[in-house]
Structures are given as C-alpha cells and as structure tokens.
C-alpha cells in the first residue's frame, strides 16, 4: 500500500498549480491566446536548458543547487525577453495574429531545446521530463519553490485584479481604457512566466498547460461570474488531479497522461451535463 507521506507532495503540487493556472486560464481564453503558456513554458526550459550548457562549459564540479540557481536566471531572463515581445507585437499593428506568433515561438523553442537536448547525455529522458514532467516524484523543495511562486504572484494578482480583468476584457479592442496598458500586459506575461518556469519543473509543459485551458474551457460555459468560474475551475481541477494520481499508481503508469485524460473526460462529462440541463430548462 503506498503511504500518504508518499502521495501527498505530487498532489499538492498538482493542486498549486490548479489554483493559479485555472485564474490564468481564464484570462488567457477571454484573450484568445490559448498557447501562451505552453509557448512561455517551452522557453523558459530553452532557458534552463542553454543554462546548463553555459555551467557545463564553464568547467566541471559545481554544485547541484549552483547550476538550478543559473538554470533559473537564464530561464528568467527568456521569460523576459518573450514578454517584453508578446507585449510589443499586441500593440503593434501587424498582419499576422498574436496567437500565431505564440506558436511559431513554442514551435522554435521546442525545437531548439530538443536539438540541444538530444546532444547531451540521456537526452532522452530529459526531453521526457521537459514536456511529460515526474510529479511523482517531485521533491519537497520544488513544492516549497512552487508555493512561494504562486503565493506571490496570486497575491499581486490579487491586489491588481481590476486593472488585470479590465486589460482581458479590453484586449480585442485597439483602445484601452486602462493607463499604462503596456506595463500592465508586460506585468502579466512576466508573472505568468515565473509560475511556469516553477510548474513545468513539478509536473511538465504538457500536464501544466492542460490544467491552464481544459478547467477554464468549462467555465465559459458555467457563469461570467469570476468567482464561480474559479470554483468551478479549481473544483474540476483539483478532483482529476487527486483521482490522476491515485489512479496511476494503482495502474503503475505515469500521472501526467491519466491526469489530462481525466481532465478531458470531465470537460465532456461537465459540458454534457450542462447540455442536458439546458434542454430541460427548455
């Protein structure tokens, strides 16, 4: 039988990241920029992928927690980059839409990465890592890493929600009414990114970009309340999350395919559902 002491850090990892992806997501659907945490994610492990390389030429017999902190920066400092681009493209006026521009970015990075990767020893399983993650194993300091960046990027987004919600719900429109909307749009992408960069460590590009849009993508069909959409969203979140890993160590296979199957399966359950009682207010 596997212990509590065992199952409870994946889980509460998965569910650290419900509780701040699904309040992304539903940013990022209203802005119909679906791919913007996937995108952001691929290049911030680019970043900690070439902050490797750059430790490694540097000369062997450096430490583990020396060669994260680097990998860190330089993924931090591609965040960046990719917000201060993603910012200025959105006020540009360009004949190609953001959103493919997000998805030649996650189209290149991944790319790189994996040409990178594949070069260096048991690239393999590091390319099996950066995309499908090991939350099963995830260790106590990338939790405490992981909450530390959720609480305090919640917590901003907390205190500047209305100048964030009125820059999603303006975010089609050429005029703003929000001052400084650049800032604001730049302060997004970036605060994203470091939740990202934490949550692709714990769980991967794949499994945290599910938790971002399959939740979110329910809520649009539940209420236009921000509150209900975020219980609806973490309440979805949370039960695939805790049933995926269960599940897949009673099944012996890894968490993160269970847990996006599970999360598809309740997307069609949650809009199924909601079909039919529609039918029946008819």
Same mark, same amino acid.
């Given at each position: 039988?596997?212990?509590?002491?065992?199952?409870?850090?994946? @889980?509460?990892?998965?569910?650290? @990241?419900?509780?701040?992806?699904?309040?992304?997501?539903?940013?990022?659907?209203?802005?119909?920029?679906?791919?913007?945490?996937?995108?952001?994610?691929?290049?911030? %492990?680019?970043?900690?992928?070439?902050?490797?390389?750059?430790?490694?030429?540097?000369?062997?017999?450096?430490?583990?927690?020396?060669?994260?902190?680097?990998?860190?920066?330089?993924?931090?400092?591609?965040?960046?980059?990719?917000?201060?681009?993603?910012?200025?493209?959105?006020?540009?006026?360009?004949?190609?839409?953001?959103?493919?521009?997000?998805?030649?970015?996650?189209?290149?990075?991944?790319?790189?990465?994996?040409? @990178?990767?594949?070069?260096?020893?048991?690239?393999?399983?590091?390319?099996?890592?950066?995309?499908?993650?090991?939350?099963?194993?995830?260790?106590?300091?990338?939790?405490?890493?992981?909450? @530390?960046?959720?609480?305090?990027?919640?917590?901003?987004?907390?205190?500047?929600?209305?100048?964030?919600?009125?820059?999603?719900? =303006?975010?089609?429109?050429?005029?703003?009414?929000?001052?400084?909307?650049?800032?604001?749009?730049?302060?997004?992408?970036?605060?994203?990114?470091?939740?990202?960069?934490? +949550?692709?460590?714990?769980?991967?590009?794949?499994?945290?970009? +599910?938790?971002?849009?399959?939740?979110?993508?329910?809520?649009?069909?539940?209420?236009?309340?921000?509150?209900?959409?975020?219980?609806?969203?973490?309440?979805?979140?949370?039960? %695939?999350?805790? %049933?995926?890993?269960?599940?897949?160590?009673?099944?012996?296979?890894? =968490?993160?395919?269970?847990?996006?199957?599970?999360?598809?399966?309740?997307?069609?359950?949650?809009?199924?559902?909601?079909?039919?009682?529609?039918?029946?207010?008819?």
């Amino acid at each position: 039988m596997i212990s509590f002491d065992f199952l409870f850090p994946p @889980i509460l990892g998965c569910g650290l @990241i419900v509780l701040i992806n699904v309040y992304f997501g539903i940013h990022v659907i209203k802005r119909e920029i679906i791919f913007i945490d996937i995108a952001l994610a691929q290049i911030s %492990a680019l970043g900690g992928v070439i902050g490797g390389i750059i430790l490694n030429s540097a000369g062997s017999g450096h430490e583990h927690d020396e060669n994260t902190l680097l990998s860190y920066i330089v993924s931090l400092i591609f965040i960046s980059l990719a917000a201060i681009v993603f910012t200025l493209l959105k006020h540009k006026k360009i004949p190609i839409p953001l959103e493919a521009i997000i998805g030649i970015s996650f189209a290149v990075a991944t790319t790189l990465a994996v040409i @990178i990767l594949d070069k260096a020893s048991g690239g393999d399983v590091h390319v099996h890592d950066m995309l499908i993650g090991s939350v099963l194993w995830v260790s106590w300091n990338q939790i405490i890493r992981l909450l @530390i960046a959720v609480s305090a990027v919640g917590l901003f987004h907390f205190l500047f929600r209305k100048k964030f919600i009125t820059l999603t719900n =303006s975010f089609k429109n050429e005029k703003c009414t929000l001052k400084n909307s650049r800032m604001w749009d730049f302060l997004f992408y970036f605060s994203f990114g470091i939740v990202v960069i934490e +949550a692709v460590n714990v769980a991967g590009i794949l499994t945290v970009f +599910a938790f971002l849009i399959i939740p979110a993508s329910l809520t649009v069909f539940i209420s236009k309340s921000w509150i209900m959409k975020l219980i609806a969203g973490w309440t979805m979140g949370i039960v %695939a999350a805790v %049933a995926g890993v269960l599940l897949s160590v009673k099944l012996d296979v890894p =968490s993160p395919p269970v847990i996006i199957i599970l999360l598809g399966f309740l997307l069609l359950l949650g809009y199924g559902f909601i079909k039919i009682k529609a039918y029946k207010d008819i």
